[in-house]
């Protein structure tokens, strides 16, 4: 079983969407670890079936609301140029890498979980254009 | 929790720990009469002065599982960096059992909102906080979670609490504070000390706070002093681990204790989320925060945090000490008794410090019999010995998407190389398939280098334990400190707001900080340090594209002219056989006093060089000018050919937009009043779009579309770059005229003039200006004006002929020849032998060396901008063309 790193479930997400035309994102945290949560809901069902193990976890907090994990995947995305954060805020992440990048950073690891991600991209944005504060 | 069978299984263990560590002390205890301990005791502290225990407070700490902690270093391995930096978790305890009652102190100044029973609590609670400390501190549990089971405790941890913890040394807190014989310990401190005030099943609240779960819904934030945004063990080990270091720190503590507070609102008045967390019966709480006028402090808390990751935690130094350990680990943690998970509470820091084969042997709980078991703790032991004697793993090669002054930055293909790099080192099967790789190659260049006696520094020749990837980490810091709630001072305005509304930047500035200052690196023994460089070289080029700007040098402590050399000697047997140009040794002629002069000047000529931003099929390649590229570019001529290579791009030619301007202008001068509309000759695809534009510098013409001038009187003319073999102004001309073509280009050209126009063209005064151009390519467009009977007067301003280096039979014009008919071959049927052979060269073979700003000709010399294979390695141009489309 492929060992999936909470880095992986995000470049794979982010790759996907560039691939999508996908450009901007908000991230304010009440909009967007709850969308990162039922991504990640979707990812945990389907694993198996692509025999897959996430070796990750997002709960957010029952308080604030927010991931330690999903802001750690964000800063990890900035690190490796997969994203930036807009000034002066920081509120809102851009997609750095287009959509041949995206391919590439596809196929290069994650070539038989081309559907899964797929999936994912769906369910990211379905949940992220019902969110209450696109 | 049967449903995690491991998790399940963990717990046993660490509960059969605590009472074989506890339960000696507690037989002591039960001896002891009820209320026989009645006094506090005062401790002398390094940072804090004096900080007084009370009597409950003294028997828990007098108890081996906290005095356990006396013997491990706060810091890990810190003091091998910081040699000051020797404090212990014990002291730690102590200090924020301090810092806990100023925090108390601070929400309590005017009403008793905490009551005592809940200050006990959280008292005893900072001060065992810290006990599912292992070995060394976090460096134990960093090492632990390269082990996959350890990620996946976390997880099913994780679920069970319904709270993220990444943490093992908290995992292990939370049972170890949950165990009967914790329990029992905290019933004998009661009754001897004659405290009964802590609330109802302390253990079981003392769990919570821990791992940050809520433990009071009248105070629903009261665990975060224990572990939450402005926690008391920030606040300790904050001001103990700067203080103890001797390194600065900016975060003003005692400023921010004095505006912690606690005020009781009316739960309809408090933010949303924190509703949720209150009982509806319940009509008030009572909300801790930071007074809004405290935001700042906030911030420097942030501040502080971040600083102290970087220079601290995260120094690299710091990071291959803690290299060391975990390849300790590697070798022997699995062998322990209670496996990896229990290993960090088998071993205290000498222990390791001190290893030898006893003492792996009591670590295991037999004798090493088995041979497999006795090599692992022979390198176990050497490397232990390595860190007892600060002979220190060092840095062999670095790697991160923002090395400073990167040339190949922008390239798609090498930071998506460097995007599979680091997510294959931070996965532990790939990291280890990598280190497997790197290993093998180092036997292969220690044997070319002649350098096998380098394996005499360790016990037998397996070198796997002596590198350690070690990626890149983006632990946020901000991401606690901006739950905390500011909370309104007057009667207008919100009574709590978050911080992370009111200081919505904070996380995003401090993990900037931090992002753009971790790089990931290859450790390994000073004796292997060059080979492992050059491993790392060849892997990562070869397996994820990923190239080593020579930047990254001094970041892995490299010196070129060694590397240089011993490269030389792995060329000559042949290591760099199938690898790219780039990384091969560097021809002799680079290391000439002349040569950075050289590059120098070629960089400065391209320096305006834009070249196209383009989609190829395989890969989208910026074209940023630098040295490091140029000098690439002529290592891939190697060492017969780099001289010549090098006099090819001295002469190169930039024809750009002062170029343009300056000869048109020239012709306008010579013919005023003539000239008044300037047209681009071609379609908006040719680059005359752009020419036309940089000649309307020249205020006395205005670009108009051919059509619009014709309608005028005025004559007409065209500015263009430059003119090589003059055929594609004629196949223009020929095309607008609608006449059969003369040459084939393959390119798309559009409808002839209507008639109407075509007649006016035939008769108007007509210029073309080159800016540069060969005297035979202006000869073929005159001819061919007077075959198409135009009105066409031509100027070429600066004459450029083609390269002499290309029409001598030289050796180096083979060799271009070669390249250029290697890098042509191509799928497609036209591309026979024939056009292959008349385009090695540059269309024509007449090898021009020139080139806009914004492309390169297809006369230009094809090795030039033509990427693809040749001889079967990967031919990367200077600068690229636009392909046709």
Known sequence: ????????????????????????????????????????????????????????????????????TVRDILASAAADGLISFDNPEYQDIEIKIGAHSGEQLLSHDFAALRPLFDELAVVFLDVYEHSPLT | MAEYQELDEFRKRIERWTED???????GLSARPEKSCRLSKEFNDAVWTTVVLGPLEVIVLDSPLLQRLRHIRQLGVVHLVYPSGTHSRLEHSIGTLHQISRLIAGINVETKLIPPGWVSLLRVTALAHDV??????????????????????????????????????????????????????????????????????????????????????????????????????????????????????????????????????????????LQTSVPSKQETCVVTGVALSGGRTLDELVFGQTLLFDKLYRHQKVRAAEAMVAAVFDQIAEMGVGGALLAPYSLLDADILDLDIAGV??????????????????????????????????????????????????????????????????????????????????????????????LNAIPGDDIRPYIWVDPPKTKTQSNETVRAYLLGDGPDGPPAMPFRDEYAETPGWSNAYLLTRDTGYVFTLEELALPVYLATEKYVRMQFGVRSPGSMLPYAKQHADVVGAAKRTLAEAGFYDDAPYDIRPVPIQFEMADFPGRLAHVRSALEHYEGPVYEAQEQKRSTIMSQQRISSFVQQFGGDHADEALKMLEQL?????DQLVEAVKSFVVA??????????????????????????????????????????????????????????????????????????????????????????????KLAIVYAAGSKAGVEAVELAASRLELNLEIYRHE??????NFTSGSEFEKRCRVIGEQLLADNDPAHDATWIS?????????GFLVVFPYNTPTQTLTCLWKDGIVDGIEWVPLIPRRPKR
């Open chain 1, 1 to 68: 079983m492929q060992e999936l790193t909470e880095n992986d479930f995000f470049q794979g997400l982010v790759a996907t969407l560039a691939i999508k035309g996908v450009r901007k994102i908000s991230i304010r945290t009440d909009n967007f670890d709850p969308v990162l949560l039922a991504v990640f809901r979707r990812l945990e069902e389907r694993a198996p079936a692509f025999d897959v193990e996430p070796d990750f976890d997002i709960i957010p907090d029952p308080i604030h609301g927010d991931s330690p």
């Open chain 2, 838 to 846: 008349e385009r090695a060269l540059g269309y024509g073979n007449d």
């Open chain 2, 799 to 804: 004459e450029i002929a083609p390269t002499a």
């Open chain 2, 653 to 657: 030619r930039v024809v750009g937009r």
């Open chain 2, 132 to 273: 599912g400390h292992g070995v060394m501190s976090h460096v134990s549990e960093n090492a632990l979670l390269n082990f996959h089971s350890t990620r996946r405790l976390l997880k099913q941890f994780s679920k069970t609490i319904q709270r993220e913890q990444r943490r093992p040394s908290e995992v292990a807190a939370f049972y170890m504070i949950g165990s009967p014989a914790f329990s029992d310990l905290i019933s004998e401190a009661q009754r001897i000390s004659g405290d009964h005030t802590l609330p109802a099943e302390p253990t079981k609240l003392m769990q919570l706070a821990i791992v940050g779960k809520q433990i009071n819904p009248e105070i629903p934030l009261l665990q975060e002093l224990i572990s939450g945004p402005f926690d008391a063990d920030k606040l300790d080990y904050m001001t103990r681990d700067a203080r103890m270091t001797g390194v600065p720190v900016v975060t003003d503590i005692p400023r921010l204790v004095q505006k912690v507070r606690g005020h009781r609102l009316p739960t309809a008045k408090l933010p949303k989320e």
């Open chain 2, 21 to 27: 560590l506890l339960r000696p002390y507690l037989s």
């Open chain 2, 671 to 764: 013919h005023p009043d003539e000239y008044r509309n300037v047209v681009p000759l071609g379609e908006a695809k040719d680059s005359s779009a752009v020419t036309t534009y940089y000649a309307g510098d020249i205020a006395d013409l205005r670009i108009r579309s051919l059509g619009d001038a014709l309608r005028r009187d005025d004559g007409i003319l065209f500015a263009e770059d430059f003119v090589g073999s003059g055929a594609q102004t004629v196949s223009l001309l020929e095309s607008l005229l609608g006449v059969p073509p003369t040459t084939t280009l393959d390119e798309e050209r559009e409808e002839p003039l209507p008639s109407d126009l075509r007649d006016l063209f035939i008769r108007r």
């Open chain 2, 361 to 454: 042997e009591r670590f295991v709980g037999h004798p090493l019999d088995d041979p497999e078991e006795q090599r692992r703790a022979q390198v176990a032991i050497d490397i232990a010995q390595r860190l007892h004697n600060r002979r220190l793993f060092r840095r062999a090669y670095a790697f991160a998407q923002s090395m400073p002054q990167d040339p190949y930055r922008a390239d798609d293909g090498h930071r998506n190389g460097l995007v599979h790099l680091t997510a294959s080192t931070r996965r532990s099967v790939t990291r280890a398939s990598i280190i497997d790789e790197l290993a093998n190659m180092v036997h292969v260049i220690l044997d070319a280098l002649g350098s096998r006696a380098a």
